[in-house]
C-alpha cells in the first residue's frame, strides 16, 4: 500500500497523489471492482457500504496503528510519511504490543482502539513466549475481531513495465480454522510420523 502511493507520489502530482491514498480508506463497496480493462464491475452488495463505520472527527479520519516488529515500524514510518505529503486527512494513534509478557492487556487496548476507529494498519506482531499459555498475538487479533478471511489482491502497477503485464490476482484464504488457528489435530492414526 505504502509503495503504491509513493509511485504515485513520485509519478504525478500531489492532488492526484492525495486522491489515490485517499481511495485506499474507502470501503470496498465504495471503491468498486475493476475488470483488466479498468471498467466497472457491480458492487458486490450495497448494505456493506453502509455497515463499515470509520471514526472521522473535523473532516480527519482516525486510523489504528500497530507498527508491530522486525521491519514493521520502518514501513509504518513511511505510510505516515506518504500520508502527511499527500495531505490525506489521517490521524494515526499508534499502539504498541507487548511480546514478550503473558500479560495480554496492550493487546486489549489494541482490540478497543481498531473497534473504536473501525480501521487499522499493522505490521507483524511477533510473540516471543513460547509457553502454551499465551496465546499468538496475531491470532488473538484475528479471533476477538472476526477477521476470518484474509484476502490479497494482487496486480500489476501501470507504470511500471513487468515481463507478464495483466497480472489481477485475488487469493482469498481462512484465518480461523485449521493451521492458521493453531487447531494441531492428528489426521489418522494409521499415519507414520517421520522426524
Not at 513520485?10 to 486522491?19: D, F
Request: glycine share 8%; proline share 6%.
Amino acid at each position: 500500500m505504502a509503495l503504491s502511493c509513493l509511485q504515485t507520489l513520485r509519478a504525478s502530482s500531489t492532488t492526484s497523489a492525495a486522491r489515490a491514498c485517499r481511495r485506499l480508506l474507502l470501503p470496498v463497496g465504495g471503491v468498486g471492482l475493476r475488470d483488466k480493462h479498468g471498467l466497472r464491475l457491480p458492487s458486490p452488495t450495497s448494505t456493506s457500504r453502509r455497515s463499515y463505520k470509520t471514526s472521522k472527527y473535523g473532516g480527519r479520519f482516525f486510523v489504528t496503528m500497530l507498527p508491530g516488529h522486525g521491519i514493521g515500524p520502518e514501513m509504518m514510518n513511511h505510510v505516515e510519511t506518504v500520508f502527511f505529503h499527500g495531505k490525506v486527512p489521517v490521524d494515526f494513534e499508534k499502539v504498541i504490543v507487548a511480546t514478550d509478557t503473558e500479560d495480554a492487556s496492550s493487546m486489549d487496548y489494541a482490540i478497543t482502539s481498531i473497534r473504536r476507529t473501525g480501521v487499522a494498519i499493522k505490521g507483524n506482531v511477533e510473540t516471543r513466549s513460547y509457553s502454551p499459555a499465551v496465546e499468538p498475538r496475531n491470532l488473538l487479533l484475528r479471533n476477538k475481531l472476526g477477521l476470518y478471511v484474509n484476502v490479497v489482491h494482487c496486480r500489476n502497477h501501470p507504470a511500471i513495465r513487468t515481463r507478464h503485464p495483466d497480472v489481477d490476482v485475488v487469493i482469498i484464504r481462512q484465518n480461523t480454522e485449521g493451521e492458521y488457528s493453531c487447531l494441531e489435530h492428528e489426521v489418522s492414526l494409521s499415519i507414520e510420523k517421520r522426524p
